[in-house]
């Protein structure tokens, strides 16, 4: 039986570590197919890392969350948070949580059919870029390629097969050589379906 000042502390501990808890539980559901029980546990998290003070962790969660909206179509909201998390990885000069904003932007904007008839294809192409740079730069080598993969869908929807076929053979050359499985058979199905 423990002493009530250490069962005290034992309840902190498992209180402070229940966002944490919940965020990769979150994320664990989002990349397995799950989007729908990882918003919850996604939101429930950025809310208490909000509330904690905790900002070095709120971009990463904050992206976590608005990838899942974007999964289940609930674009303004993956927007919202992705703008989000841009302004703040730029206020906490998080270089690396701005280069995945930005990507997540960029999908967002061609993935929203109004928008991408309105403007968003340039957007999209704007963010894909911007992200590109800095992952380049940062030597994040999977967010280099989906960036391209993002870049070769966006050209070729707009009918830029050239441009569309370098950026996913770069994607697919990347996937390849750091063994994403998941990611190279996404890539070469979109190479294929372009010829």
Do not use: N
């Amino acid at each position: 039986m423990l002493e009530p000042g250490l069962a005290l502390c034992r309840a902190m501990e498992i209180r402070l570590a229940l966002p944490f808890v919940a965020a990769d539980l979150g994320s664990a559901y989002l990349w397995s197919g799950r989007a729908a029980d990882a918003v919850p546990l996604l939101e429930e998290a950025v809310e208490a890392i909000t509330a904690m003070r905790i900002l070095g962790l709120r971009s990463l969660y904050i992206t976590s969350l608005a990838e899942a909206y974007l999964v289940l179509g609930r674009v303004v909201e993956a927007r919202e948070q992705a703008e989000q998390t841009v302004a703040l990885a730029r206020a906490q000069q998080q270089r690396g949580w701005e280069a995945w904003g930005l990507k997540l932007l960029g999908d967002i904007h061609a993935q929203e059919p109004t928008e991408f008839e309105q403007g968003g294809a340039e957007q999209a192409g704007d963010t894909y870029r911007q992200a590109l740079a800095l992952a380049t730069e940062l030597c994040m080598r999977p967010l280099v390629a989906h960036c391209h993969f993002g870049l070769g869908k966006l050209h070729a929807r707009t009918g830029q097969r050239e441009q569309a076929t370098r950026h996913l053979a770069t994607a697919t050359a990347l996937y390849r050589g750091m063994e994403m499985r998941f990611w190279l058979e996404k890539a070469e199905h979109e190479f294929k379906s372009l010829a």
